[in-house]
């Protein structure tokens, strides 16, 4: 029973310089963790056979699917702000799997060994993290934030020396591609004119058909496009509470997908200087630092376009110049439009921007939790927030409520899209903390796969919800993530 992957390989037929061709290194005996089923079946591939020996080889690195052209791509980034080269250094692209729906996604297995780009690394990723990707990405999915996706997860059988010898894994990442803004400052530094005009056109033709690929102005529209999407994709993250933790260049798609689920993590109580990452000593990738960090990475993007925009230098830097002193303007209109129907507002008025940030300030000082204080926004019930008894909320309340009683379309209306808007669980560290605790310690799925089910509706609002949207119990310690590398 084949499985229907179905492969074409166009990143294989850019120029060599953007990848170096090889397979997986393969593991000595792989075993299926998790599937995702509703992935497979958008995918047109068959479930049963997936799970079947073959199908796990696949999943594992130690057999191609018919039609793939492995390779690791190159790419370079700034990480926390150094330009360095970086490439996959622990994943293979076995290439482009063409959907039933004629829909073109990269499959990339993460953690499937050594490639020329690995540096001092082992090109190895273990169980917990990787489950923690697919729990956080699925998570994503199903909040409608645009995301790459998890299709599987496999072991391998080997141990992996981090702080302790840990089970060896493999995720098999679905994504719209992997082209990245450190993809574009690879070839502005390593490639010629020619080879940066290849790829972009070529992340053009993938990404924004809408654009016409003769125009000679198309290289500024592709320049736009990527950062309207970004400033979309940033803004979806800060009204959900998510904090992306390494947002380096290369870390940042072209195509709108947030990517990279390394040290990621949902903001508790509210406050901007949320930082979960280890490593991000200073604060750099700060929740609330995290539009400033896009603007910052798409200003990179425009510097490696600059050949591309005009053959004038000076022309050049005055288009790229123009186009991201746009991202600021665009991500508050993406952010204000979300914070609106995260108040059940429909209507636009000039005193809502005020009551957005008087709201906030509120729940700062009162440590709130963001994502239940729209819950209980929703449901009805502003006595649940911790703030009740403050003068300074009974008087926010009243403002908002006759605020809403301005709308035509009445408070049904601004209920549904409340509900529709702020979700009613999120992924929350102490849950997924649980889920990989039971299935890396004790081999037990039950708890993470009943924790992907809540989350794939997230503004279902239904009873069962109620369990995951406790908070955690009081702690001394802040919640740390780690790179998992
Ligand atoms: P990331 O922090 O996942 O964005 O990774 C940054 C860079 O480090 C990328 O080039 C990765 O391929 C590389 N990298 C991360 N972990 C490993 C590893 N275990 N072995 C080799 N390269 C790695
Ligand atoms: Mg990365």
Redesign the pocket.
């Known amino acids: 029973m084949p499985a229907g992957w179905r492969f074409d390989n166009s990143y294989a037929r850019l120029p060599s310089l953007f990848f170096s061709r090889l397979k997986p290194e393969p593991v000595p005996s792989p075993a299926l963790v998790i599937l995702n089923e509703a992935l497979a079946a958008e995918l047109g591939l068959d479930a049963q056979a997936l799970c079947a020996a073959e199908g796990v080889q696949v999943f594992a690195g130690n057999a191609l699917p018919p039609g793939a052209e492995p390779l690791a791509q190159a790419?370079a980034?700034h990480?926390f702000g150094y330009f360095t080269m970086?490439?996959?250094?622990?994943?293979i692209l076995l290439g482009e799997h063409l959907a039933p729906d004629g829909r073109r996604f990269d499959i990339q297995l993460k953690?499937s060994g050594?490639?020329p780009?690995?540096?001092?690394?082992?090109?190895?990723?273990v169980l917990g993290p990787m489950l923690r990707e697919y729990i956080i990405s699925e998570a994503m999915h199903g909040l409608g934030i645009p995301t790459t996706r998890s299709l599987a997860v496999v072991t391998t059988g080997e141990k992996v020396l981090r702080e302790t010898l840990l089970p060896g894994a493999v995720l098999t990442r679905v994504a719209a591609s992997h082209l990245r803004v450190g993809t574009f400052q690879f070839a502005a530094v390593w490639g010629s004119t020619d080879q940066l005009r290849t790829l972009a056109d070529y992340a053009l033709r993938r990404h924004f058909p809408e654009i016409d690929p003769e125009d000679p102005g198309r290289f500024l529209q592709l320049l736009e496009a990527v950062i309207e999407r970004q400033a979309a994709l940033v803004a979806r993250w800060q009204l959900v509470g998510f904090v992306h933790g390494?947002m380096?260049t290369?870390?940042m798609t072209i195509s709108g997908e947030t990517i990279?689920y390394?040290p990621c993590a949902f903001m508790d109580g509210y406050d901007p200087a949320t930082v979960f990452s280890s490593i991000d000593t200073e604060g750099r990738y700060a929740y609330g630092n995290q539009p400033r960090v896009a603007g910052w990475n798409l200003a990179r993007f425009a510097e490696a376009l600059l050949p591309l925009l005009d053959t004038d230098k000076e022309k050049a830097l005055e288009k790229a110049r123009e186009a991201v002193g746009k991202f600021p303007a665009a991500f508050t209109r993406y952010w204000l439009e979300g914070m609106r129907r995260k108040l059940g507002l429909s209507t636009e008025e000039e005193g809502d921007g005020a009551l957005i940030d008087e709201l906030l300030r509120l729940m700062q000082e009162h440590k709130a939790d963001f994502t239940n204080t729209f819950r209980a926004l929703t449901l009805g019930r502003p006595d649940l927030v911790p703030m009740t008894g403050a003068e300074g909320w009974q008087a926010w309340h009243a403002r908002w409520q006759v605020r809403l009683d301005r709308q035509p379309s009445g408070r049904e209306a601004a209920r549904q899209l409340m509900k529709g808007s702020n979700p009613a669980i999120i992924p929350r560290n102490h849950r997924v903390e649980e889920a990989l605790t039971a299935a890396v310690d004790r081999g037990d799925l039950g708890v993470l796969k009943r924790l992907l089910a809540v989350l794939e509706d997230p503004y279902a609002y239904s009873p069962d919800q109620e369990h995951y949207a406790a908070l955690p119990p009081p702690s001394s310690q802040p919640y740390r993530t780690f790179?998992g590398?």
């Open positions: 790419y980034g990480q970086l490439g996959d250094g622990r994943a953690g050594r490639t780009y690995s540096r001092g690394g082992d090109g190895r990723a390494v380096n290369d870390n990279d390394g790179c590398t």
